[in-house]
């Protein structure tokens, strides 16, 4: 069995935090799983600089696929994203200040991408490991979708397939009355998620 190449990304801390789960996760991974070899890359959390250092990293690497990997905080579950929408607007600054207001993310793009993962099936195999998740409808209009509607739209038509799975805070960052997960847990997810590809 020729071995497939999975590119993997997770995020600096941002907003004021120390830590991203998303990263940490990650860095937790074997370098083998379920076929893949893999890629692990850490992201700036800024638009537009985030999404040109993946598309040059995976330009480099041809991987067969890309999974994005990012804090939702207040999430109570791991949640494969359906779709990227062609908008950036942020209510806070991201990690170099910048703010926008209902901007395109590429002018004259599309208005969405749907991802070219089976966020279905990764859904149902995190819950099948015994882990919270389901399937989100929305990545949000902050960098996170900034990186998944960029990607999308760099290897549209191509074999390359992309998707995102939010993942939400940790225990130790310390948030009373939000929800968390472990973060073996989310590691453990992002596992049976790679499986299911
Ligand atoms: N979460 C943010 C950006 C970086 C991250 O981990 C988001 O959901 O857009």
Redesign the pocket.
């Known amino acids: 069995m020729t071995q497939k190449t999975l590119l993997i990304t997770?995020?600096?801390p941002?907003g004021g935090e120390t830590v991203?789960p998303?990263r940490e996760a990650i860095k937790l991974l074997p370098d083998t799983v379920g076929g893949y070899r893999l890629h692990k890359l850490e992201i700036p959390?800024e638009f537009g600089r985030g999404a040109e250092i993946a598309i040059g990293a995976a330009e480099e690497l041809s991987p067969d696929a890309i999974l994005c990997?990012?804090?939702?905080?207040g999430r109570q579950a791991m949640t494969p994203e359906v779709l990227a929408v062609n908008i950036r607007d942020a209510g806070s600054p991201d990690n170099a200040g910048y703010k926008p207001s209902f901007e395109p993310v590429v002018p004259g793009g599309r208005e969405a991408y749907f991802t070219t993962l089976p966020a279905r099936e990764m859904t149902a195999a995190i819950s099948a490991a015994g882990l919270p998740a389901s399937l989100s409808f929305s990545?949000?209009v902050?960098?996170?979708?900034?990186l998944l509607y960029s990607l999308l739209h760099r290897f549209a038509g191509t074999e390359v397939r992309v998707g995102f799975i939010?993942v939400p805070f940790i225990p130790e960052q310390g948030k009373k009355g939000k929800p968390s997960m472990p973060l073996n847990d989310i590691a453990k997810g992002l596992a049976a998620a790679i499986e299911a590809l």
């Open positions: 997770g995020f600096d941002f991203n998303s959390v990997v990012g804090l939702a905080g990545a949000g902050y960098v996170c979708n900034d939010h």
